[in-house]
């Protein structure tokens, strides 16, 4: 059964640690940032958005899990 549930914060650094270079790397292919800064700007756009991380107001991180039926 598929079910949502909070993100840890081991789960957030981890969707961080993928999400923050493929974000760099959709706006250097794009063309919108260049290489050399794209990792920065990425990063800098994340805190922005998530200034407060898993506890910033009005978000609500989730994921998804497969559970057993058994």
């Known amino acids: 059964m598929i079910k949502l549930r ?6 957030f650094s981890k969707y961080l640690a993928w999400a923050i270079p493929e ?3 959709e706006k250097v292919t794009s063309g919108e940032w260049a290489e050399p800064e794209s990792a920065e700007k990425s990063e800098k756009a994340y ?11 009005g978000h609500r991180l989730l994921t998804i899990a497969l ?3 058994d």
Not at 6 to 11: H, V
Not at 47 to 57: K, R
């Open 6 to 11: 909070t993100m840890s914060s081991a789960e």
């Open 23 to 25: 974000h760099a790397r």
């Open 47 to 57: 805190l922005a958005l998530l200034p407060q991380g898993l506890q910033t107001p």
């Open 67 to 69: 559970e057993s039926t």
